[in-house]
T-cell receptor
Framework: RKEVEQDPGPFNVPEGATVAFNCTYS??????FFWYRQDCRKEPKLLMS???SGNEDGRFTAQLNRASQYISLLIRDSKLSDSATYLC??????????FGSGTKLNVKP | DTAVSQTPKYLVTQMGNDKSIKCEQN?????MYWYKQDSKKFLKIMFS???????INETVPNRFSPKSPDKAHLNLHINSLELGDSAVYFC?????????????FGPGTRLTVT
């Protein structure tokens, strides 16, 4: 079983839509959780950390459910510039990083 | 200012050759990493290096050897390149002491082995 699993998509949504991605992880000892964004042929960039109480950054909301071992990312009012691959990342310590294979989002005009 | 830089950006070479990729970070971080992203876009950690402690992913062939001359640099040397080594290699860094391990990635090195 993979450490981190994501729906690969693609999710095709119109501008202004709300879209949500989920990610499940297998190791209950996981400590830190992140969402990264990767544009085509570019490096991954940190989008946001995911805190136990849930956190919001503008149009983006991340939530963690430790009991069910999943994290989610909600994007409101989608923009064309949100089109990218979103990577779920789970860590256990500084040398135990696990990336999901990514969920591709296409926002269309 | 570039936070994490890698050279070269592109590398095309033949099977059997030996090559190196260099990585430097100016963020003052104490931990650096090498990742491989294959054609299916799956990012997999190869090595992490924290304060002179090297952690090797056991699935990485011993043809791959990281070298860290100092805390700001982590280079990757690959011996006897094989076709399956073709991928994008990303360097990253983080500050382990914060406990959150947010990583910052370099732009990647696209390696093609022919």
């Amino acid at each position: 079983r993979k450490e981190v699993e994501q729906d690969p998509g693609p999710f095709n949504v119109p501008e202004g839509a709300t879209v949500a991605f989920n990610c499940t992880y297998s190791n209950s000892a996981s400590q830190s959780f992140f969402w990264y964004r990767q544009d085509c042929r570019k490096e991954p960039k940190l989008l946001m950390s995911v805190y136990s109480s849930g956190n919001e950054d503008g149009r983006f909301t991340a939530q963690l459910n430790r009991a069910s071992q999943y994290i989610s990312l909600l994007i409101r009012d989608s923009k064309l510039s949100d089109s990218a691959t979103y990577l779920c990342v789970v860590t256990q310590n500084f040398n135990k990083f696990y990336f999901g294979s990514g969920t591709k989002l296409n926002v269309k005009p | 200012d570039t936070a994490v830089s890698q050279t070269p950006k592109y590398l095309v070479t033949q099977m059997g050759n030996d090559k190196s990729i260099k990585c430097e970070q100016n963020l003052g971080h104490d931990t650096m990493y090498w990742y491989k992203q294959d054609s299916k876009k799956f990012l997999k950690i190869m090595f992490s290096y924290n304060n002179k402690e090297l952690i090797i992913n056991e699935t990485v062939p011993n043809r791959f050897s990281p070298k860290s001359p100092d805390k700001a640099h982590l280079n990757l040397h690959i011996n006897s390149l094989e076709l399956g080594d073709s991928a994008v290699y990303f360097c990253a860094s983080s500050q382990a002491g914060t406990g959150t391990y947010e990583q910052y990635f370099g732009p990647g090195t696209r390696l093609t082995v022919t």
